[in-house]
């Protein structure tokens, strides 16, 4: 008697109704992740820094503008000066166009000379450009084109990440699902046996039943019920990983309770594919993985220009047109002046240049390479589970149809033992059977859901 009793309060404290149970679509749990949760956020921040790139390097050819001044504040001479001038840097030939004014009063010494002006001062306008190194391309015209692709990279990583948290959520949303359903299962077997408990006790009593049945059901209770424990205790964990993706408008962890109970039957959240030949194609074509290799090959691509470039000598052109304003005494400073000058340099060994332009180089053969072998890989994959998809598909009808089965033959084994010709091992064992079938049968559809779902992650497009 003890041990019924203990059996009885265990079987209320399972098997109680939840109340006012709330329903949680697999939707709702990808629209929290795409709208609120920190990560896609995050992921986005790092996205829009790229955005700044191109206004970045575009500052590279704003105005400068430059002021010198000097005066003396003591000694035999008493001159002061002020050189002002406004640079504008072109993507032409690496050029630099330069308007300067400049203007002095007061005594300098000799060496000083290039100080001296006319009253009004004097204005001048001069231009600089590249014959050899900086002519074609630099690192100014570099950051520009570089700038394209860095918003490429972070396009394509923002894409991804959100991809992988997407697939992790959609995951943890299944393991619940299925701690849900496979509890509820076996939830089913330990009313079963519940409901034959007086009726089983009656029979015994009458002598219908021998006592050992008593001893064997109270086995079989303790059993199931030691599962369902078990069962609860994976749901319990499956709910509080889910937790992780289900947040609420600032972003905030909602807490999924026990009322909180996935969806009846699960939906298919994406647009339906035909994983074919065609779909694999596109796939390769536009996968964000891949489109992130080629924005870094391009980079690569650039950087060799410029090393290529830095190996070339200096060779550049200065011209300057200049005219003093106003009066003076200088002879010398009255009318324009024009200035042509040529600036050569070149380190005779150039082994920094060469060594940068080597390195660039076996980058650009590194990028390439791991492009092949990720091409390679997502084809393998791909195949791999498209292979697989079709015969888990199979698995999961025939788990099902073996489910109603096994529950028919549980019926029909409950009608001959309530007409005494079973006996309580075989109904037992049926209904086990009819169990487990269910348990395979839940297993069974989301293996077939996992794996169209890894599909659809390989493609990178669980954003769409």
């Known amino acids: 008697m003890k041990l019924a009793k203990v059996v009885a309060v265990i079987s209320a404290m399972l098997v109680t109704p939840l109340a006012l149970s709330n329903d949680i679509e697999l939707t709702d749990v990808i629209e929290s992740i795409k709208l609120n949760h920190p990560n896609i956020l995050a992921a986005k921040a790092k996205r829009e820094q790229t955005e700044f790139r191109q206004q970045e390097a575009e500052g590279e050819f704003d105005l400068q503008l430059a002021q010198k001044s000097k005066i003396r504040t003591g000694g035999f001479y008493n001159g002061w000066y002020l050189d002002q001038s406004v640079t504008k840097p072109l993507e032409q030939y690496g050029a630099n166009i330069t308007a300067r004014y400049r203007i002095s009063d007061g005594s300098f010494p000799v060496y000083e000379d290039y100080f001296f002006t006319e009253s009004g001062g004097e204005a001048s306008l001069g231009l600089e450009f590249s014959l050899l190194k900086n002519r074609d391309i630099d690192k100014r015209r570099i950051g520009l084109q570089n700038a394209d692709n860095f918003l490429d990279i972070g396009k394509n990583q923002e894409v ?4 992988k948290l997407i697939y992790d959520g959609i995951n943890a949303y299944l393991n619940w699902y299925q701690a849900y359903k496979q509890t509820q299962a076996i939830d089913e077997l330990v009313k079963l046996a519940l409901t034959r408990q007086k009726g089983l006790e009656s029979r015994i009593a009458n002598g219908d039943l021998a006592e050992i049945s008593k001893t064997e059901f109270e086995t079989t209770l303790l059993t199931r019920q030691a599962s369902l424990l078990e069962a609860q205790q994976r749901l319990m964990q499956a709910r509080q990983l889910l937790n992780f993706y289900w947040r609420d408008n600032q ?16 939906k298919w959240p994406f647009s339906l ?10 796939v390769i074509s536009q996968h964000p993985a891949l489109a992130e290799v080629d924005a870094n090959i391009r980079l690569a691509k650039n950087d060799i220009r410029l090393a290529k470039n830095n190996i070339l000598p200096k060779l550049d052109i200065e011209l300057k047109v200049s005219e003093d ?19 050569f340099s070149v380190p005779l060994e150039r082994r920094t240049a060469r060594a940068k332009k080597s390195i660039a180089e076996l980058k650009l053969s590194e990028l390439e390479f791991n492009r092949k072998a990720l091409r390679d890989r997502l084809l393998t994959d791909i195949k791999t589970h498209t292979a697989q998809l079709g015969a888990l598909r199979q698995l999961s009808d ?25 006996d309580q091992f075989l109904l037992n064992a049926r209904e086990t059977q009819a169990g487990q079938a269910e348990l395979d049968s839940i297993e069974a559809q989301i293996r077939w859901w996992r794996k169209r779902l890894d599909l659809v992650a390989l493609s990178g497009r669980l954003l769409q």
């Open 398 to 422: 025939l788990r099902a149809n073996q489910a109603i089965v096994a529950r028919k033959l549980e019926r029909h084994e409950h009608k001959r033992f309530d007409a005494g010709d079973s």
């Open 325 to 343: 304003i106003g009066r003076g005494d200088s002879e010398t400073l009255d009318g324009n002046e024009t200035y042509f000058g040529v600036n």
């Open 160 to 163: 991804l990440s959100i991809n």
């Open 251 to 266: 972003g905030v962890i909602k807490q999924l309770t026990d009322q909180d109970i996935p969806t009846t039957q699960l």
């Open 273 to 282: 594919v035909n994983f074919d030949d065609e779909w694999r194609e596109f």
